[in-house]
């Protein structure tokens, strides 16, 4: 069970915050972007994400940091339908070995089923799934997060659905069309791009996004079949599958563990010793997951801040000092650097968010 499902975690600790996502996504979204003449990079160094790290193959990005570059891009671009374009500009080689299994699937319907399976290891950030329903072989794709921004929760969904109908088309052939796709999102001013793309009727405002195939066409042979290579590549994904889960599971017990002693920061000498580890161990184990211990304390500041700035009664002085900041002006320095605005600023954008949303 994740902290996200976990009812006795403590306030400021969620699956956002832990750097688990490979970041294909955003790998993508700066190719498109660059495309346009628009530089994401100083964006993605301010949530920690600098070129060396971003061509790191053992890097890991959180919901946090992804859907802050994604919000930046929405906003620089004023393009609406973003989110199409970087599933469009996928291949299956940014899945890694995942897209190689998925090549030498049996069929299509095993190729998504697989990679529902090890969504997890695809730097998918929405949660999948699929399975027979009355109109169709469905995949499923629902977001992490309903309470999400809007404008980033519509780039998910149309990435998403848009880079499934783009990975089917490059590994069975350019005229797959689905028998149907639904957004769970009001009906665009536009909704003409849709159809051009995906090619079959189109549905918006439902309650969860799908992809409708045809279970004679989800029975179709890959081109690429091969049992063996796919047998082969599933034994290493599920040790890379268990291997994410140890570090999942370590990111989390040491988020909660920060979260619940603030505004005392634990040393990283007090947290080896709660993991019965040396320090040298324990470091090595964290960048095995691609993130810091230090890391791991801004992005748990980080969301206690900003749910603590939605509490008009609570002075900056009670944020800093609930946050574990030494004084407001620290406080100030850690606000911009996140959201390169000041604290007052982003107060008000937030209350105003969940006032217009209130009404």
Known sequence: MS??????????????????IQPNILRYLTVVTDQRGIDLRPHLKQVGLDETVMHSAALR?????GSAVIRRALE?????????????????????LLGFALMAADTLRQAIE???????LSGAMMVWSAGEEDDGFVLRADLPDPAMDPAVAVFLIEEALTSVLTLARLTIGPAFVPRAVEFAFPAPRRSDPYGALFGCPVRFGVPVSRLVIDPVRARTTMPGRDP??????LETLDAQLASRRHQQELLEVMEISIAQSLPTIPSFAEQARRHAASERTLRRRLADCGTTYEALVDGVRRERVEQLL????????DIAHQAGFSDQRTLRRAVRRWHGTSSQRLREEMLGLEKAADS
């Open 3 to 20: 902290v996200a499902d976990d009812p006795t975690a403590p306030a400021g600790t969620s699956r956002s915050t832990s750097a688990t």
């Open 61 to 65: 990005v959180s919901y946090r940091q």
């Open 76 to 96: 620089l671009t004023g393009d609406e339908h973003l989110g199409m374009k970087v599933g469009a500009a996928q291949h299956l080689t940014a899945w890694g």
């Open 114 to 120: 697989t990679g529902v399976r090890y969504q997890n």
């Open 228 to 233: 063996v290579t796919y047998t082969s590549a």
């Open 310 to 317: 939605r509490r008009p009664e609570l002075t900056l002085r």
